[in-house]
């Protein structure tokens, strides 16, 4: 239904009025209504009220909508594109992905059409080695729970039909942020648009990514290089490819790579290597991108790896620098700050050596939206339940991805020999490489990708989120 003259009603009485095209959708709660909207223009200096804001609509941002949804508050999402992001290709999703995939009730759309991939074998480049590491792998609850990759678009629909079609606005990139306290004393955010309209918020939730506007402006750390860059590309073959299903890796000195056939016809690869002028990465076109590994940097890796890198669809192609936040800015770090808060790569960017960064800011979608519920069912006359919720949510999450984040690091550091270049140091590190990540270290990963981060709680009426 399309309406002019919309009008908003808060818990304060206040109310606003556009003259602009909008689409009405959502109302009503006990105690004040808001008519949730989603404007075809928006104009310079108008002002929205929103209750809760979610910035950013990739994996974080749009598991929260859901999980929010799940328990009956609306947010509205904003994404800078115009679009849901497709590139980024496939992503490897553990068991902890699937659990909070399974109290998002988005499992079972994803789980009928991808397979578990039950081991990944790893070959020594300069040993000739290959060792076989069984996948983890389990029944749970009439459920076969493992590790299944899935093409990065494919699990956005999946979110993005969870929620009402008008949730999402696109081309609404955040500039800036600055917080207001109204004459109850509670607080509302507004957020600044590159349109030139404002949206005030009770509940602020950035899952804007690695360089977060959101986490700047709460104070987090600035994203570290890594000192190591990555190309990732999606091959596409007109023919079946004849892979066997299973993830292969290849190791070498400063060398990590790989490839997994996602279906008969594509595959997904990586290429990750240590590299100092990261700035001249991400400037090149695909066609130089492909060109710099098959020709130059994995011009010695097996036949099959680059059959797969030659038949890439460059359109999928990307290569750019690896970056995570300080374990201990991600631990100790402001990750809340009143009603704002971060998820996702905003939160705890890190490098994929162990393929958990979509993993976490899923399980950050329902433990946030868990809070939220629980909090709000038992609040009575306490005006800070929104900040109490956010302060639980970061106390139960901050270790958990300060820890994955220290781990990933590691993970990457250790299989590409060292982080520095003395050649003692990249030795050692392949010698314990070799000889103990397999047997010790990642046995211990995969008792931590069991974690089941819980369920949503009941649902109860919030109305359109009543804050
Ligand atoms: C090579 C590589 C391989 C990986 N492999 C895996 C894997 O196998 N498994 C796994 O779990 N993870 C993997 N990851 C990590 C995973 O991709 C990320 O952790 C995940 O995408 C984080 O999701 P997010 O929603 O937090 O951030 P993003 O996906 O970055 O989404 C952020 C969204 O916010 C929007 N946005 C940004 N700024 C603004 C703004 N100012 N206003 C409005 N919108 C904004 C962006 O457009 C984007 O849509 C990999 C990463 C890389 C680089």
Redesign the pocket.
């Known amino acids: 239904m399309t309406t002019q003259g919309l009008y908003i009603r808060t818990k304060e009485n206040h109310v606003e009025t556009t003259t602009l095209k909008s689409k009405r959708t959502t109302t009503s709660t006990k105690d004040h209504f808001i008519i949730c909207f989603q404007t075809e223009k928006h104009k310079m200096g108008m002002v929205e009220n929103e209750e809760i804001v979610i910035?950013?609509?990739?994996?974080?941002?749009l598991a929260t909508a859901v999980a929010l949804k799940r328990v009956g508050f609306h947010a509205r999402v904003?994404?800078?594109?115009h679009e849901?992001?497709a590139g980024?290709t496939?992503?490897?999703?553990?068991p902890n992905?699937w659990y909070a995939l399974r109290a998002l009730g988005v499992d079972g759309k994803l789980t009928s059409t991808h397979q578990i991939f039950t081991k990944t074998v790893v070959t020594n480049l300069e040993t000739g080695d290959t060792q076989a590491m069984a996948l983890p792998m389990k029944k749970d609850r009439g459920d076969d729970i493992g590790v299944r990759y899935v093409q990065?678009k494919t699990l956005l629909k999946a979110l993005a039909e969870e929620l009402p079609p008008d949730t999402i606005r696109f081309s609404?990139?955040?500039?800036s942020i600055k917080s207001e306290t109204l004459q109850d004393s509670s607080k509302v955010t507004a957020l600044h648009l590159d349109d030139g309209s404002i949206i005030k918020s009770k509940v602020v939730i950035g899952?804007?990514?690695?360089?977060?506007?959101v986490a700047q402006w709460l104070g987090l750390s600035q994203p570290l290089y890594s000192g190591r860059s990555?190309a990732?590309g999606l091959s596409v073959f007109p023919e079946d490819h004849e892979f066997e299903m299973l993830a292969r890796q290849y190791l070498g000195d400063s060398v990590r790579a790989g490839f997994i056939p996602l279906n008969s016809k594509e595959v997904y690869w990586?290429f990750l290597h240590k590299s100092s002028s990261f700035e001249q990465d991400t400037s090149m076109s695909p066609e130089l991108i492909l060109k710099e590994v098959t020709d130059n940097l994995a011009k010695d890796f097996p036949s099959d790896f680059l059959t797969v890198a030659k038949h890439t669809d460059l359109s999928t192609l990307a290569w750019?620098p690896?970056r995570f936040r300080a374990p201990w800015n991600v631990a100790f770090g402001r990750t809340r700050n009143g009603n704002v808060t971060v998820?996702?790569?905003?939160m705890h960017?890190?490098t994929?050596d162990i393929?958990?960064?979509?993993?976490?800011?899923l399980e950050d979608a329902v433990v946030l939206a868990r809070c939220l519920n629980q909090a709000h069912s038992t609040a009575t006359e306490n005006q800070c339940w929104v900040e109490n919720a956010l302060k639980r949510y970061v106390d139960e999450r901050r270790w958990r991805a300060a820890c994955v984040v220290a781990g990933s690091w590691l993970s990457g550091m250790v299989h590409q020999g060292g982080c520095g270049d003395q050649q003692w140091w990249s030795r050692a590190t392949i010698w314990f490489r070799d000889r103990y990540l397999y047997k010790f270290f990642l046995p211990k990963l995969v008792d931590f990708v069991w974690t089941d981060c819980g369920d949503l709680g009941s649902p109860v009426t919030h109305g359109a989120g009543s804050t």
């Open positions: 910035v950013g609509g990739g994996i974080a941002g904003l994404e800078r594109h849901l992001r980024g496939a992503l490897g999703l553990a992905a990065r609404s990139k955040l500039i899952c804007d990514g690695v360089h977060s506007a990555a990732y990586f750019g690896l998820a996702g790569d905003a960017p890190m994929p393929g958990q960064g979509g993993c976490s800011a």
